[in-house]
């Protein structure tokens, strides 16, 4: 798929502001602060239905106007196709894709799919297993409605739960009223679990190979999906996930919150057979997250069989030359939409300039 055009309507520092974009490479050029990631987290609302940078949604409207409006046009198997996103200053979002309303905002999720790489993303291996679960979580999201709805319902439950778990701990009462949020929790959570295995699964050939050539074959990355739960099929992963939560009954009685569950699960990342988490580089962590991500394009392709919007935020500065190359080769084949502060490369591209004046 890919972006024909984006218009703005008092987007950030966008007043109005029509930018059309080509297949292929595309370079966002500007000086510091003159709304270069305003434009890339423009794409990845209409995409994604919030912003990778703030949960607050009034931020991104400008600064004393009322409302704001993003129009994405693009082109999806032939098909052109517009998502129209707008907020006002209630914080109200209307989101309409070609002419028709949605009811919900996450509605939006798998029009347009997004793959996101700025610097935060390069903390992917060192950071909390929170980022390497939303990596997944977003990634999943955008290509199964039955993940976003399955983690929606769970993070809702683990919440009541926990809650459940502080106001009502003294009572007799508490196994019996955590009961039924267990069975539901052990339902949702086994769709969650066996898709992000499905997931890791697909992920790691694809990132191994990546990251082998980046780093000339000396190192051999493998991944695996860290889970208390076996792999194994749903009704399995069900049943075993419902007893650990009742077996850690009162374990989490005394803890306050739920100590068991897809909610703490983490992605295992290794480097010639040594933990990356805890001992990769820097240059190390960077080709990690670069591999990673590039894998993420290969894993929508072959799910919904179109190639994501990929959308780079200032990385190429943090890249060195044999990492930039590569990244510049493995973007050809898509659409591309880089921000810099100067490019020289020598790359058939499409140039965009920026400008705050
Ligand atoms: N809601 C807003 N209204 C108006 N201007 C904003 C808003 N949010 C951010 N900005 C301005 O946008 C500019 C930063 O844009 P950004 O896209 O981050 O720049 P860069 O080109 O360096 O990536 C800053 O000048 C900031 O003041
Ligand atoms: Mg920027």
């Not at 926990?162 to 003294?170: I, P, T, V, Y």
């Not at 050809?332 to 400008?355: A, K, P, W, Y």
Request: contains cysteine; glycine residues 4%; aromatic residues 8%.
């Amino acid at each position: 798929m890919h972006i024909e055009s984006v218009t703005l309507k008092n987007f950030r520092n966008y007043e109005t502001r029509t930018v059309e974009f080509k297949d292929g490479l595309n370079i966002v050029i500007g000086k510091n602060a003159s709304g270069k990631t305003n434009l890339l987290e423009s794409v990845y609302v209409a995409g994604i239905g919030r912003s990778p940078r703030t949960n607050k949604y009034k931020e991104m409207i400008k600064w004393g106007s009322d409302y704001a409006y993003i129009k994405v046009i693009l082109k999806k198997n032939k098909t052109t196709h517009t998502i129209e996103y707008s907020i006002d200053n209630q914080d109200k979002k209307r989101i309409a894709i070609d002419g028709i309303p949605l009811v919900r905002l996450s509605e939006i999720l798998g029009m347009l799919n997004i793959v996101f790489f700025s610097p935060d993303e390069m903390k992917l291996v060192k950071e909390s297993p929170v980022e390497r679960r939303k990596f997944m979580d977003i990634s999943l999201s955008q290509q199964n409605k039955n993940y976003f709805n399955a983690l929606s319902k769970y993070n809702n439950i683990i919440a009541q739960r926990n809650k459940l778990l502080k106001e009502q701990k003294d009572s007799p009462a508490l196994k019996e009223m955590l009961y039924g949020w267990d069975v539901q929790l052990a339902d949702y959570g086994s769709i969650i679990i066996s898709k992000r295995y499905e997931f890791v699964d697909k992920i790691k050939v694809f990132a191994n190979k990546m990251h082998s050539e980046i780093s000339e074959n000396r190192e051999n990355l493998t991944l695996e999906y860290e889970c208390d739960v076996p792999c194994q099929d749903i009704e399995n992963i069900k049943n075993i996930f419902f007893k650990k939560l009742q077996d850690n009954y009162e374990k989490d009685v005394s803890l306050q919150y739920t100590s068991f569950g897809c909610h703490r699960d983490d992605i295992a990342i290794k480097i010639n057979n040594t933990d990356a988490r805890k001992f990769a580089s820097q240059g190390q962590q960077r080709t990690v997250a670069l591999s990673l991500k590039l894998a993420e394009i290969y894993f929508f392709e072959s799910e919904t069989g179109e190639k994501p919007v990929l959308l780079l935020d200032d990385v190429l500065s943090e890249l060195d030359g044999g990492r930039r190359k590569k990244l510049m080769e493995l973007s050809m084949g898509l659409q591309t939409l880089i921000t810099c502060t100067d490019f020289d490369e020598d790359v058939n591209h499409n140039l965009i300039r920026i400008s705050n004046d």
